[in-house]
T-cell receptor
């Protein structure tokens, strides 16, 4: 059973397009996250949702909009894609908002903007 | 501002030897948590171990242990009896409290390569 799943695994698209990445967790966790990992492997949090409510919103361009239809899903929509958006995007979940027991990550979505 | 520092960009270790991956952190908050994650070449992030700032004992999980030295603000990961499958990127991370929520900030990672 996949704990945290993301689709698609790979996404290649042109500059200016709009795309979405979906994330689902079946762990019953209350909190979900989006991270961006750049080409130098640096991992940075973008958003965090607790029970469908946005609780962390880092300095991310408005072109990025997360949506949580229920606490098991957290999708990421990106408008007007730019070259600099190329990265691996990870979804994660944790049992609580503090992430005390660690965060469980999805397999990542490799986004390439041409 | 909180930050995490991993000073070893890469390490080579002989199989079956123990290895220590360094991590130092900086925070003024008394309540925090420290994590280690492993990222193999396949790309997934695997949670390894957690240490709370108020925990009296060092965390251990199988071959992994966290050498927590609070006064020195260090949280080194020790892997005993290294195996070829331990070759991966390792990230140290710290939970930063923010009201009722927290975020986790990551270090820049250490690439560990195990030699047969």
């Amino acid at each position: 059973d996949t704990a945290v799943s993301q689709t698609p695994k790979y996404l290649v698209t042109q500059m200016g397009n709009d795309k979405s990445i979906k994330c689902e967790q079946n762990l019953g966790h209350d909190t979900m996250y989006w991270y961006k990992q750049d080409s130098k492997k640096f991992l940075k949090i973008m958003f965090s949702y607790n029970n469908k409510e946005l609780i962390i919103n880092e300095t991310v361009p408005n072109r990025f909009s997360p949506k949580s239809p229920d606490k098991a899903h957290l999708n990421l929509h990106i408008n007007s894609l730019e070259l600099g958006d190329s990265a691996v995007y990870f979804c994660a979940s944790s049992q609580d908002g503090a992430g005390v027991m660690g965060q469980f990550f999805g397999p990542g979505t490799r986004l390439t903007v041409l | 501002a909180q930050k995490i520092t991993q000073t070893q960009p890469g390490m080579f270790v002989q199989e079956k030897e123990a290895v220590t991956l360094d991590c130092t952190y900086d925070t003024s908050d008394p309540s925090y948590g420290l994590f280690w994650y492993k990222q193999p070449s396949s790309g997934e992030m695997i949670f390894l171990i957690y240490q709370g700032s108020y925990d009296q004992q060092n965390a251990t999980e199988g071959r992994y242990s966290l050498n927590f030295q609070k006064a020195r603000k260090s949280a080194n990961l020790v892997i005993s009896a290294s195996q070829l499958g331990d070759s991966a990127m390792y990230f140290c991370a710290m939970r930063e409290p923010r009201g009722s929520a927290s975020k986790i900030i990551f270090g820049s990672g250490t690439r560990l390569s195990i030699r047969p």
